[in-house]
């Protein structure tokens, strides 16, 4: 996979299992990239969803992209000091001239900055892996990547941590007042 350069916009966009367009965030910042991570940002970007329906965040968020791992991670923030994780239960992200794709499996975990979790959307997923037809290997990867990303969360493991957190915020503020 050809890997994109930092300072620079991409666009990020999920999809169904069956193909069909979910969401994209239109603008967002490349801060990081090795062969295990994408880190970035964005900024009261602009989201697209199906049907046509747009509508614009409503405040800053860094985006934690593990290369080879079954979730994302967006750490959303009030403040510096006031923020929380959602994690989306996806495959593993491709990317392709300044685009980031990846297929959104419903699961979200909602992490609060205490390391307290909320599994959610567990409806949505059920649903799904009936209307679209979940393979079986499909499903058991995601249970098994959802309990990596609970290890990771119980650990404190990157980027469930306040000095992952206070560093990349500090990047990320330093770039956007460049």
Not at 78 to 102: D, G, V
Not at 163 to 172: L, M, N, P, V
């Amino acid at each position: 996979m050809k890997m994109f350069n930092t300072d620079s916009y991409i666009r990020i966009e999920s999809f169904k299992h069956n193909k069909t367009f979910h969401r994209s965030w239109e603008e967002n910042y490349i801060l990081s990239v090795d062969n295990q991570v994408v880190i970035g940002g964005n900024n009261y970007t602009i989201v697209k969803e199906l049907g046509e329906k747009e509508w614009r965040t409503d405040s800053l968020a860094l985006f934690y992209f593990p290369r080879f791992h079954w979730f994302n991670i967006v750490i959303i923030f009030e403040t510096k000091n006031t923020y929380y994780y959602y994690c989306n239960m996806s495959s593993p992200f491709t990317y392709n001239r300044n685009l980031i794709q990846y297929v959104d499996y419903d699961i979200d975990v909602i992490v609060q900055k205490d390391g307290s979790f909320n599994v959610v959307d567990l409806d949505e997923y059920e649903e799904n892996t009936t209307k679209l037809q979940y393979p079986k290997h499909i499903k058991d990867k995601l249970k098994e990547e959802l309990q990596v990303l609970k290890e990771w969360i119980y650990k404190g493991q990157n980027p469930f941590n306040e000095e992952f957190i206070q560093t990349w915020y500090d990047i990320y503020i330093n770039k956007l007042n460049e």
